[in-house]
């Protein structure tokens, strides 16, 4: 079974939005596991507009399945994993200010600057994933920085999927059949919804887990936390 864990950004955006802690972060986490959510992402940026770095700091005793920080490698990001030591950290090449990710890592022209921050997350006892396109040239490029994961940006799968064209999922199985081949374990995550994540499932070879926020908290406003958490269960084995 594919692993879900839940990225509650837009949880802290509602927060921030009128300020206070309602709704409170920390609750809807240890719910969101008591649903049966393998897993609890965060995705802090330096503006700190909706994940603040305190979050980080709060939700690492609450979370007791899997706690993966997403971001930029830049150095307070890195110290602040560090400090939290999460099971997983996935590394995004987010630019600042970018409203949401909208490219994997050109693992070739920043290799030895994410070789050299993921031996210094391993060497913390912290599992890496780099968060790629699907191209095979990424791929491979992705092996060579000792990474232990990679997440395929499903942003074009989502998009092809959502206009009818199932074919937008084959070069996301050729670059899963190469990670597989490399021994790279897979995540995915991005724009994936209880419309495509079951097809995107049946199709990829090997998929160790799946980050969602957007679309399950979006779904979650009309069909409630709980039921939609194990739609996406259910849809993952």
């Known amino acids: 079974m594919t692993k879900l864990s839940v990225n509650i950004n837009k949880i802290a955006t509602l927060r921030n939005a009128r300020g206070g802690n309602v709704p409170d972060l920390l609750k809807v986490a240890k719910d969101i596991q008591q649903f049966g959510a393998q897993g609890i992402t965060i995705h802090p940026r330096p503006d700190e507009r909706h994940i603040r770095y305190q979050d980080a700091r709060d939700l690492r005793p609450i979370v007791y399945t899997e706690f993966n920080i997403e971001g930029n490698p830049q150095h307070n990001f890195i110290d602040l994993v560090l400090e939290c030591k999460p099971e997983q950290v996935t590394l995004v090449p987010d630019a600042i200010g970018a409203i949401t990710s909208s490219a994997g890592w050109d693992t070739i022209k920043f290799q030895d600057y994410l070789t050299e921050v993921i031996a210094e997350f391993k060497r ?30 499903t942003e074009d799968f989502a998009h092809q999927y959502s206009l009818g064209n199932k074919a937008g999922i084959d070069p ?55 039921n939609v958490v194990n739609m996406y269960l259910n849809k993952l084995k």
């Open 124 to 153: 913390n006892g912290i599992r890496t994933s780099i968060f790629v396109d699907p191209i095979l040239e990424m791929i491979e490029g992705a092996k060579k920085t000792g990474t232990d994961r990679i997440e395929l940006y």
């Open 172 to 226: 996301y199985v050729k670059a899963a059949e190469l990670a597989n081949e490399l021994e790279l374990g897979i995540n995915a995550g991005h724009d994936l919804s209880l419309d495509n994540i079951q097809f995107f499932k049946q199709n990829i070879p090997g998929l160790f887990e799946v980050s969602i926020g957007h679309a399950l908290i979006s779904e979650a406003l009309y069909l409630g936390l709980d």
